[in-house]
C-alpha cells in the first residue's frame, strides 16, 4: 500500500526558512520523480517543484516561477524521501504542501505552512 507522510509544517514569519519531508512508501521510490504541491485556501492545487529519478548524470529540478530561488527540492533515496527547502517565506506561500510521484498516488495528508507575522 502506497504511502505518502508529509511534515515539518509550521508558522513562520515572513522571510523565515522551514524544511518540508516527505516519506514514502509502498512503491519504488528510486525510480519515480517526486514533486512537491501546495494548495492555498480557496484555491487548486498547483505544481511547486519537482525532481527526476537519479541518473548517471544527476538529476533535474523544476520549479514554479512563484517559487524560484527561494525553494529547493532534494531527494534521499536511501531514506525514500523527498525534501523541499523553504527559504525568504512570503505570506502567498501560505497552502497546506503535499508530496507525490509521477504516477500520481492517493494524496497524504498534507503539512500546513502558515506565513505570517
Known amino acids: 500500500q502506497v504511502q505518502l507522510v508529509e511534515s515539518g509544517g509550521g508558522l513562520v514569519q515572513p522571510g523565515g526558512s522551514l524544511r518540508l519531508s516527505c516519506v514514502a512508501s509502498g512503491f519504488t521510490f528510486s525510480s519515480s520523480a517526486m514533486s512537491w504541491y501546495r494548495q492555498a485556501p480557496g484555491k487548486e492545487r498547483e505544481l511547486v517543484a519537482s525532481i527526476t529519478k537519479i541518473t548517471s548524470t544527476g538529476s533535474r529540478r523544476n520549479y514554479a516561477d512563484s517559487v524560484k530561488g527561494r525553494f529547493t527540492i532534494s531527494r534521499d533515496n536511501a531514506k525514500n524521501t523527498v525534501y523541499l527547502q523553504m527559504n525568504s517565506l512570503k505570506p502567498e506561500d501560505t497552502a497546506v504542501y503535499y508530496c507525490?510521484?509521477?504516477?500520481?498516488?492517493?494524496w497524504g495528508q498534507g503539512t500546513l505552512v502558515t506565513v505570517s507575522s
Open positions: 507525490n510521484s509521477d504516477r500520481m498516488y492517493a
